[in-house]
């Protein structure tokens, strides 16, 4: 939908170079309606399996063969859905005063993309230096029940075991809109087991019965190795990864607009003592939204050194063990800050 004739027409192009032929150049790029040529064609948007004049990238056969990651019956197996929701985002619409649907131009009404009903609220500083306890946490079973039909955000994790077999069956709705999202796993990349459109719209409880009748076909012996998939709107992508680095990986839609407003998740793989050591004296900082005008970062001060460096201020700011010496160093760098707001303003008037 966002690049076909009623939006930009928006194209890549590529020159494709097999080892051994004639080395020619096209005389430019084509036009979009040239574009439309017969013939298969590969990762078509909202296209699976199912299709004919079409080849998925779940089609695509890999020369790197088998890996524990194909095993049958994979240690975890995870289902998201997500489709974009009319729901009273309070970061968008607040009722009663602009609630969603009291804005009167349909048009100007934001949906709500979510994974598995939950917005993803990025914690206020990196998961991998903070190691917050579960409970801080939040998935599909935990959140409350009316999370489908209100609004709910918290920090989306899912939790694995290092070195574990991980599927992930991601499955757009297609309610809304006739969409397509691309979706990036950091840390890993994932073989494409399966993909199929089923229709233009689906459910979570279709795909679950669908692939407990055994319908729901994976390639487990030489599937393709990405880190970026699509899946098709009404439709499912099956993949599958071996979580083989320890740490916090984030797992989200790669159109920008959508991750920025919550279409994400984090996978958590092994538990903290797997994670590489968080270094000593390591700068932390926390949230930074103003708090009666409180200093917003902080740094740890080293037990073992004399000094450090504040994060605090966009100024320089020295700390020494001593009061006065602290005092000191900080008017000297005041001093020197008026020196060089002087000098400019003597030069500007120059």
């Not at 994932?190 to 979570?204: K, Q, S």
């Not at 000094?307 to 000297?332: A, E, F, Q, R």
Request: glycine share 6%; hydrophobic share 35%.
């Amino acid at each position: 939908m966002d690049c076909d004739e009623r939006f930009t027409k928006a194209k890549q192009v590529a020159v494709l170079h097999y080892e051994g032929a004639m080395e020619m150049e096209p005389e430019g790029d084509p036009t979009w309606e040239e574009l439309h040529n017969d013939g298969l064609q590969l990762n078509a948007l909202n296209k699976g399996e199912e299709e004919n004049e079409t080849i998925s990238v779940a089609e695509m056969k890999s020369l790197a063969g088998y890996d524990d990651s194909l095993k049958e019956v994979a240690d975890y197996q995870f289902y998201v859905a997500y489709d974009f929701y009319a729901k009273n985002n309070s970061h968008f619409h607040k009722s009663p005063y602009y609630g969603y649907y009291q804005v009167p131009l349909k048009t100007n009404r934001l949906y709500t993309p979510q994974l598995n009903h939950i917005s993803m609220k990025m914690p206020s500083s990196p998961l991998l230096i903070s190691r917050p306890s579960p409970e801080n946490f939040c998935n599909s079973s935990s959140i409350d029940d009316n999370c489908k039909e209100g609004y709910c955000e918290c920090s989306h994790v899912l939790s694995v075991r290092l070195n574990s077999v991980v599927e992930i069956i991601i499955l757009d709705e297609g309610v809304t809109f006739d969409a397509n999202h691309p979706f990036h796993l950091h840390g890993h990349s994932f073989r494409v087991v399966g993909m199929r459109r089923l229709a233009n719209e689906t459910t979570i409880e279709e795909v679950k019965a669908f692939d407990k009748a055994g319908l729901l076909k994976r390639n487990l012996k030489n599937a393709p190795i990405k880190d970026t998939v699509t899946v098709p709107d009404g439709g499912y992508t099956v993949i599958r990864f071996k979580a083989d680095n320890p740490g916090y990986w984030l797992f989200h839609c790669h159109i920008e607009f959508h991750v920025e407003i919550g279409m994400a998740l984090v996978f958590k793989v092994g538990d903290h003592n797997d994670m590489p050591p968080v270094p000593p004296a390591f700068p932390r900082c926390g949230n930074y939204m103003p708090d009666n005008m409180l200093e917003h970062a902080t740094t740890e001060k080293p037990k073992d050194e004399n000094s450090y460096i504040s994060i605090t201020h966009w100024w320089p700011v020295v700390v020494l063990n001593s009061t006065s010496s602290s005092s000191s160093s900080n008017c000297l760098f005041g001093l020197i800050l008026l020196c060089s707001v002087w000098v400019l303003k003597l030069n500007s008037a120059m």
